[in-house]
């Protein structure tokens, strides 16, 4: 059986697969607003997440099919 923790992480990967970065966040706003510490989180989900990542992201997007 997974940890919680360990089905946080899968969860939200899946999520980011799924829809990509930008809608992502977009849902883990409208679904988690007003609790946690967004700070701490987002220094943990963007750990090795550099400009260059984000830009290919959202140039990716703007794509057809994507």
């Known amino acids: 059986m997974k940890t919680t923790a360990e089905l946080q992480r899968e969860a939200w990967n899946a999520i980011l697969d799924r829809l ?9 706003v409208i679904s ?9 989180e987002r220094e943990r989900l963007f750990a090795g997440v550099s400009l260059d ?13 994507s």
């Open 20 to 28: 990509g970065i930008a809608d992502a966040f977009r849902y883990r």
């Open 32 to 40: 988690e607003s007003g609790r946690g510490d967004y700070a701490s």
């Open 53 to 65: 990542d984000w830009v290919e992201q959202i140039r990716g997007a703007d794509e057809p099919g």
